[in-house]
């Protein structure tokens, strides 16, 4: 039998100025924000898992804006010009992490990011090829440096690939540790006063007077504003939202002695990524092997897509060499028709922001900060 709620733990740890569902970068984020901005308001944040349970510690730590071939497909999307607002705000997002965070925090490591094509694949390698200079042109101004993308076929034999022909760059694409990330971010978000509660997964909310009751199997939980940042999660609460799960498969390797590969990795038009984790190689990707399958918030595996992510270790990444998969898990991404978040006011009193588009790294403590604003105009 669960105790009944006393009168001070009513007071205290169930009525709040802002609750925020989900403790994910972006929750995280939104929480920090608030109170740095409004130190007075009392902020909490409710987590359905022991430790934030969709990507934002599943990822696999690339902090990127973008591979030639992905950026192809998102002008064709956006527009030149909202393509250059896009990279914008995953740049400046990848500033304001680091600049909140600090490098050190989250093992921020620029080794830089390559696209890597196979000899079939000679019609996208020749596009992407000849596309360096437009995107080398559009981001200039952002990145105020105009020489990011450069071929980088010489560096092939020193990855040891097999069956690799192009190999482009981007020189300041970068890796990170996620975990030490989120734990930074736990760390930041307590130190500012704001009260997490784990293995509390919301049910229901409602509307009470000017309010919401959010319900969830330990207590009902009062508060003035609500904010929802469960990203795929999110339909569980909010089912009308334009957002489509995305499973992503991840592998991990065992030591490897005298690892060649060193940086991110992006094959086939972004659906594959790989990188090194000190001498380990960490692989992620194939959903496209097998959409409707892996648009889905279930965590777990497929044979198809992890006979895929081996058969690419084996052939490509690491020919010849004897290695075993340690560890392998699953992360959920939240899609879209459109390729940015969606951060409004639902309605009176009720947020959201979510659908990051795999770019949760990149733009997720912004688009936190960004629906904290908005928060703020309505108290």
Request: aromatic share 8%.
């Amino acid at each position: 039998m669960t105790a009944a709620i006393s009168y001070w733990e009513k007071l205290h740890f169930f009525n709040f100025d802002v609750l925020i569902i989900g403790s994910g970068i972006v929750g995280l984020s939104a929480a920090i924000a608030l109170k740095e901005k409004e130190p007075s308001l009392n902020v909490a944040v409710l987590e359905r898992g022991l430790i934030p349970s969709g990507a934002s510690t599943k990822n696999a730590g690339f902090a990127c804006f973008g591979s030639i071939s992905e950026l192809i497909e998102q002008e064709k999307s956006c527009g030149t010009d909202g393509l250059h607002r896009l990279i914008e705000s995953r740049w400046k997002g990848l500033l304001k992490l680091r600049k909140l965070l600090g490098d050190e925090a989250i093992t921020y490591r620029n080794y830089g990011g390559y696209e890597l094509f196979r000899p079939a694949e000679k019609t996208i390698s020749s596009l992407c090829v000849s596309k360096i200079s437009h995107f080398n042109e559009l981001i200039k101004d952002i990145v105020n440096q105009s020489d990011t993308f450069k071929p980088a076929d010489d560096k092939i034999a020193d990855f040891g690939f097999n069956e690799v022909e192009t190999l482009i760059v981007n020189e300041l694409e970068a890796q990170i540790d996620s975990g030490k990330m989120m734990r930074a971010m736990l760390k930041k978000a307590g130190a500012a006063g704001v009260l997490i509660f784990n293995n509390c997964k919301v049910n229901s909310f409602e509307q009470s007077g000017s309010g919401y009751i959010v319900r969830t199997a330990d207590g009902n939980f009062s508060c003035g504003k609500l904010l929802v940042c469960t990203n795929a999660f999110v339909k569980d609460l909010i089912p009308d939202l334009d957002i489509i799960p995305g499973r992503g498969q991840v592998i991990i390797t065992s030591p490897i002695p005298d690892l060649k590969i060193k940086g991110t990795f992006h094959y086939d038009k972004g659906y594959y990524y790989f990188r090194n984790i000190g001498n380990r190689v960490l692989l992620g990707g194939g959903r496209n092997l097998d959409f409707l399958t892996e648009q889905t918030t279930e965590f777990g595996s497929t044979e198809l897509v992890q006979h895929a992510l081996h058969k690419l270790l084996t052939e490509v990444i690491l020919p010849g060499i004897d290695f075993e998969i340690e560890q392998s898990w699953s992360g959920i991404m939240a899609f879209g028709s459109a390729i940015t978040p969606i951060v409004k006011e639902l309605e009176n009193g009720v947020f959201c922001a979510v659908r990051c588009n795999g770019m949760g790294i990149a733009i997720g403590n912004q688009t936190g900060c960004d629906v904290a604003e908005l928060i703020l105009t309505k108290l």
